[in-house]
Every structure is written in structure tokens, then in C-alpha cells.
């Protein structure tokens, strides 16, 4: 017997959403997965092209969460050596001030301060807040600390925004760099001078000079500084043939990042402020200017050359009567003769002496990257002046000046302007000022002074350096009077081969050391003590020193070989 089958049957239902337009007929229907589809799409559609609008514009804001981020009335360029090492940055600092007025709940906000300050006098706080309006909380805070002082949302507690400019090498480049004010502008130095330029400019600004040779420089000076006793001294090292400064040192110098108000004249630069009558150095201005006149040749005798002579009543005198009377141009200047100077000048003339000064630049004001520049006296060339000049004494002029008139005598006659801002290498044709066998005839000159036994510069012959130069030995002038104080100087030039740099150190008012023991260089043997205060014994023995540490130096990196 059959049964019969079980059946039953499921209908599936769908729901359906139908629109109907009257006017045509048209019946559309959706699904209602996909109609919620299309209405995500249309909302991601939208979204997308707003998000494309927004990309596509310029940011017009800062991004305010990075404490440390600069705004252009805050920022100030940073300034590099030759090698790229900081000499001065700018960093951001945060100082935070509490309005006393602004204060919700003073129990509330000693207490969240406590947590973040632990080691503040909180008694002292509690007075101020009592007593003042406003005040500062805490100065140059911490990047950690202004977080927390920012997470406790309290209006009362205000951050101020401040440059911190940082000078790591410390003394080392003070009175190149200078200082800034409390509102970020340059009261000195390349801060100064540069002030316009640092606060727009965003790369950094790269200097001629090198940390490495200027502290070998600087740390000789203070060691000789203690050992001769000398008020202050300098030292400027320059590129012959460019201008390019690789050093530059005055002692004493001072820390730029304590911000002192420095007023003791003692801190002067010396090398391009101070002005001092520099003596005999002046002696190779007279021969060469004589030299490009034709007035003269190296090997023009002087005969019956007196040991004194006369000029309005006032004496002039060799500095060592061991001098021979009868003596030709180049060995006045070898030997560092007074009289025979005088009478080289005497061919010149006043006049064409004077103009032969300015030409070169000793006796003319001159342009440079810092305005700590000293004016230049104005001298009425006659008869005495004429006399004086021609060996150093009675015209006073800088350490800067001098190196300038140093090098164009030595690279070939042409002009140049000492910098300390590197810059490109231009096709600028140079002005050629003398001639280039008299350039010829003055190196070799110098080399004599420093490699012969008749030369007062022996100190300073360093083997393989092929150092040339020129000691000047002045009573220094105060108050318009010359006194017992000495300004020793010398003036030197190497390769003189090949002239590539004039390096120059001065000492103002050094004194003999009793216990310093020379060492020949021309010879065996030495001497203990120093015999005379004149530049042979005091600047020409540091130059010396100095040449024997940066010499390698110089020879790696600025040397070229041909």
C-alpha cells in the first residue's frame, strides 16, 4: 500500500521598492543593498574630491605642537667655518610667565607645578603669584617640561617663544662673530654687520676661516700671552692671492653666549680696531715703492751712512750701532737699517710715499665684512713725516691693513680685498698696483731676513716652509706721547717660492722672559732668556711655534700642488 508523499513548498518573497513617475510611466526599481551602495558612493565621491581640493592648496599654517619650530620673526641662519663646523645656531627656546589674574584655582595649580618642578622654592612662588602681575616661571624650559606644562590646559600659564643663539666654539671666533641683543638683532660683529641677511636668508652662511688652524693660532697666543706678559696680542693668517681669511685672533677675547656688556677697551680687536704705529715692517713699503719708481735696485749702494741724523730739532737714530755705514738697498732692509730707510724715502719723495701707502691700502680706509673698523688719520706728508714713515714711526695703521699691503707685495702686485664670507670664485679681472719683478724682488728680500745671519728674523725659519718676513719693533704711543710699552710685530709671508699666504703676529706691551729658552733654528745651541724686547725675540719666535703646528695643516688642505 503506498503512502503518500509529504510535500511542502517555500515561497520566497521579496520585498520590493518601487518608484513610480506618474508623468511617464517609468517604474524604477532598486534593490535595496544596492541602493545603499550608491549612496555610499555618492558620499565617498564627495569626500574624495573635497580631500583633493584640500591637498591641492598651499599650507598657510605652522604646525603649533612642534615646541620648537621657528617662525620668521624668530629665526636667524646659522653661521659655518670653511669645513662646515657650526660657529654660531639658532635653537628655540620656550620661557614660560603665569598671569597671576588668569588663575582659576591657586591650590589646584601649586600642586599640578610641584609634580613637574620639584626642585622650585614653591614659597617664593606663592609670594610672587600674591605680589605680581606677571612673572616667569621657569626660562629656556625643556621640550619634556613644556609638554607637561601644556597637558595641564591652565590659561594662566603662558608660553613665550625666545632665540637661543648658541656659539659652541665659545671664544674661539668672539670678536669675528659678535653678539645679539634680547631681541634678536646683531649688536656686533658679523652679527651686526650681517643682520639683515641672517634674519631672511634660510641657508646657512659659510665663512672663510677654519676652526682647526684658528685654534692652534689662538692657543699659541695665550701661551706666549703668559710668557712675555703682554697686555693683549693678535694674529691674522690670509690667502695672498684671494683675500680669504683662514684666522683671525685678538686676545683677550670673550665668551659670546654669557651676552656681557663688554666696556674695558683692552677687548678691543686688535686687528682691525686697534691702531698702532707698527715700526720697521714699514721698511719694505719704502724699497718696494722705490723698486716700481726705479729709483733703486736691490743692489744700490748706500755709502757713509750716518749712525744719526736730524730732522726739526728731533733725533733719529739706528736701533744697533753694529750696523755698517755702506750698505746696498736690500741690506738696509735685511738688516733693518733706519738711516738707510730714511734716504731710500728721500728719492721717493713725499708725496709719491704717500700715494704708494694709500694705493696699497696702509694709509687708506678700508672696506671690510665687520664695521669694527678703526677711521684712518689723515697724515700732511713733508719733509719729517716723509723721514719717519719710511721706517714705521710717526703714521699709525691696523693689523688688517697691514696684512693687505703685505699681500699684494707678494702675490705678483695685484689688489685684493680681505673677507671673511666665502663666496664663489668669479672671472673678475684683477688690478695689478706694482709691478711683477718688483713682487719678485720683495719676497726675496723677505726670505733674506729670515734665512740669513744678518737678517733679524731667525726665529722663524721652519724648515720646508720657505718663510719669509719682516719684524717691526715701536715704542707704542699714549696719550700722544711714546712710552716705555713696546708693540713688537712681524710680518711674514710663505711660500715665498710660491706666495700663497701672510700670516702676522703682534704683541702690545710684552715684556723679556728670563726663563724662556730659544732654540736656534740656523744653528746648534740656544739662549735662555730673552735678550732684547724688540719683535726678533717675541714675534718672530711665536710665528715660528705657530707655523710649526698649522704647517701640515695648510699643506693638506690649501697648498695647491702644480
Known amino acids: ?127 610672587k603669584i600674591e605680589n605680581k602681575n606677571f612673572f616667569y616661571l621657569e626660562k629656556k624650559i625643556s621640550e619634556e617640561k613644556y609638554e607637561q606644562i601644556m597637558k595641564l590646559g591652565d590659561k594662566s600659564l603662558i608660553p613665550e617663544e625666545r632665540v637661543l643663539r648658541i656659539y659652541p666654539q665659545k671664544n674661539l671666533f668672539s670678536h669675528i662673530l659678535g653678539q645679539i641683543d634680547n631681541d634678536n638683532n646683531g649688536i656686533s660683529g658679523l652679527e ?40 693683549g696680542s693678535a694674529a691674522i ?83 744697533d750701532n753694529d750696523i755698517p755705514s755702506n750698505l746696498t738697498a736690500e741690506q738696509i732692509i735685511i738688516r733693518s737699517g733706519n738711516i738707510g730707510s730714511v734716504r731710500i724715502a728721500q728719492k721717493i719723495g713725499p708725496e709719491k710715499f704717500k700715494d704708494f701707502l694709500e694705493k696699497i691700502g696702509v694709509l687708506k680706509k678700508i672696506n671690510f665684512d665687520i664695521e669694527e673698523i678703526a677711521p684712518q688719520n689723515s697724515y700732511e706728508f713733508k719733509k719729517c713725516k716723509l723721514a719717519t714713515a719710511s721706517y714705521g714711526h710717526g703714521i699709525a695703521t691696523t693689523i688688517l691693513q697691514l696684512a693687505k699691503g703685505y699681500s699684494i707685495l707678494s702675490n705678483g702686485g695685484f689688489e685684493i680685498s680681505p673677507t671673511l664670507i666665502s663666496r664663489k670664485d668669479g672671472s673678475i679681472k684683477r688690478k695689478r698696483l706694482i709691478r711683477r719683478e718688483v713682487s719678485d724682488q720683495v719676497v726675496t728680500t723677505l726670505r733674506k731676513i729670515v734665512n740669513t745671519d744678518e737678517g733679524t728674523a731667525k726665529f722663524a725659519n721652519v724648515p720646508n716652509y720657505e718663510i719669509g718676513g719682516k719684524t717691526g719693533t715701536a715704542d707704542k704711543v699714549l696719550n700722544g706721547r711714546y712710552s716705555d710699552g713696546k708693540v713688537n710685530t712681524f710680518a711674514s709671508v710663505f711660500p715665498t717660492s710660491k706666495p700663497k699666504f701672510v700670516f702676522i703676529v703682534m704683541f702690545d706691551e710684552p715684556q723679556k722672559s728670563k726663563d724662556y729658552y730659544y732654540k736656534y733654528r740656523h744653528r746648534d745651541g740656544g739662549w735662555r732668556g730673552t735678550l732684547k724686547n724688540s719683535a726678533g725675540w717675541t714675534s718672530v719666535e711665536v710665528v715660528g711655534k705657530i707655523i710649526d703646528k698649522i704647517g701640515p695643516i695648510l699643506a693638506t688642505k690649501y697648498i695647491q700642488v702644480y
Open 1 to 127: 500500500m503506498n503512502k503518500p508523499k509529504s510535500k511542502f513548498t517555500i515561497d520566497d518573497n521579496k520585498s520590493n521598492f518601487v518608484f513610480k513617475k506618474s508623468n511617464t510611466g517609468l517604474n524604477i526599481q532598486f534593490n535595496r543593498v544596492a541602493f545603499i551602495f550608491f549612496v555610499f558612493f555618492i558620499i565617498y565621491l564627495i569626500y574624495t574630491i573635497h580631500l583633493i581640493h584640500l591637498g591641492s592648496r598651499e599650507t598657510k599654517f605652522e604646525d603649533t605642537n612642534d615646541p620648537f619650530h621657528f617662525n620668521n620673526d624668530l629665526y636667524r641662519a646659522d653661521i659655518l667655518d670653511i669645513n662646515g663646523n657650526y660657529l654660531a645656531k639658532t635653537v628655540k627656546s620656550i620661557d614660560i610667565g603665569l598671569k597671576t589674574s588668569d588663575i582659576i584655582s591657586k591650590e589646584k595649580l601649586l600642586l599640578s607645578l610641584r609634580i613637574i618642578f620639584p626642585e622650585k622654592d614653591f614659597n617664593e612662588i606663592e609670594k
Open 237 to 319: 693668517l690670509m690667502d695672498v692671492n684671494n683675500g680669504n681669511i683662514l684666522s683671525l685672533v685678538s686676545l683677550p677675547d670673550f665668551n659670546p653666549n654669557e651676552r656681557k656688556n663688554i666696556k674695558d677697551v683692552n677687548y678691543i680687536n686688535r686687528v682691525t680696531k686697534g691702531t698702532y704705529e707698527l715700526g720697521s715692517v714699514f721698511k719694505i713699503f719704502t724699497y718696494a715703492n722705490a723698486l716700481n719708481e726705479n729709483l733703486i735696485e736691490p743692489e744700490t749702494e748706500f755709502l757713509d751712512l750716518p749712525k744719526s741724523i736730524s730732522c726739526d730739532k728731533f733725533r733719529i737714530g739706528e736701533y
Open 192 to 231: 651686526k654687520s650681517l643682520n639683515e641677511e641672517l634674519q631672511t636668508t634660510r641657508a646657512p652662511i659659510k665663512l672663510t676661516v677654519d676652526k682647526d688652524i684658528q685654534f692652534l693660532i689662538r692657543k699659541e697666543l695665550l701661551k706666549y700671552q703668559q710668557i712675555f706678559k703682554s697686555k
